[in-house]
């Protein structure tokens, strides 16, 4: 089992709890902007997690549909989606291996729900070009991500453990060659079990992402900094934002 995998094993109550996780609503109002507020568009949920932008966007009136890996998190999504009164579609798939050709109006990949956790380059771009195949000729992706920037400047350990609720990294190393950091992460899930876990994270810059989004025919895209709750095309991305807010359309 992979470090992510294993992560958010029986996690979910401890993830909802996380700091990086409270900016659900002005997030999804940014969401709504960008789809001119229109209920018709069907929107895909890639890393869905415990489903919380899939459920707002649903109680907002929107065709949602959520995938993830961890069972765990989907269990806690359905909870939360009967508890709020609203449908959403929840499916276990593994974002490199979906396949929805053409069916979505919007794909969102928020808060690192699949991409940029993968082991390789790679994969990591399998999930970018499964996202671009699930979307309409019209379509939009909107998704954030490590700011590569960011470690050059500053300690990524510090800002990780600042307000943190659920574990403490330490050991962090991070590879000017990849932009890995390379970091033990130590937590407690749902069950009071600890866990030791080796990540593996790979921090992208803005030519790499713009590139990648090119060669998946997109044309018009945005790069910006990714503020929690409050996601405006108006924040130039700068080495002070942990998250780079990419808007791509085709």
Request: proline letters at 2%; one cysteine or more.
């Amino acid at each position: 089992m992979e470090w992510y995998q294993e992560l958010f094993e029986n996690n979910a109550d401890g993830y909802d709890r996380e700091p990086f996780t409270q900016g659900t609503l002005g997030e999804v109002d940014f969401i709504e902007k960008e789809i001119g507020f229109d209920k018709s568009k069907k929107v895909l949920d890639v890393g869905c997690g415990t489903g919380r932008h899939s459920v707002e966007l649903a109680a907002r009136g929107y065709s949602v549909t959520g995938i993830d890996l961890s069972q765990a998190q989907l269990n806690k999504a359905h909870k939360v989606a009967a508890d709020r009164g609203v449908e959403v579609l929840f499916i276990r798939a593994d974002a490199r291996e979906f396949d929805f050709r053409g069916e979505f109006d919007l794909a969102i990949m928020l808060c690192e729900g699949a991409f940029p956790l993968m082991e390789t380059d790679e994969m990591n771009f399998q999930i970018l070009r499964n996202a671009c195949n699930s979307l309409n000729d019209n379509g939009k992706l909107i998704f954030t991500t490590l700011n590569g920037l960011f470690p050059l400047f500053h300690s990524v350990k510090d800002f990780v453990n600042e307000g943190s609720t659920g574990g403490i990294s330490s050991g962090n190393s991070f590879d000017l060659m990849t932009f890995r950091d390379h970091s033990t992460y130590e937590a407690t899930d749902d069950a009071g079990n600890q866990k030791v876990l080796k990540c593996n994270e790979r921090y992208y810059v803005p030519s790499e992402i713009s590139w990648m989004i090119k060669s998946l025919g997109f044309r018009d895209i945005l790069i910006c900094g990714a503020r929690l709750g409050a996601f405006s095309r108006e924040d130039a991305l700068t080495t002070e934002d942990f998250e780079m807010l990419v808007v791509a359309e085709k």
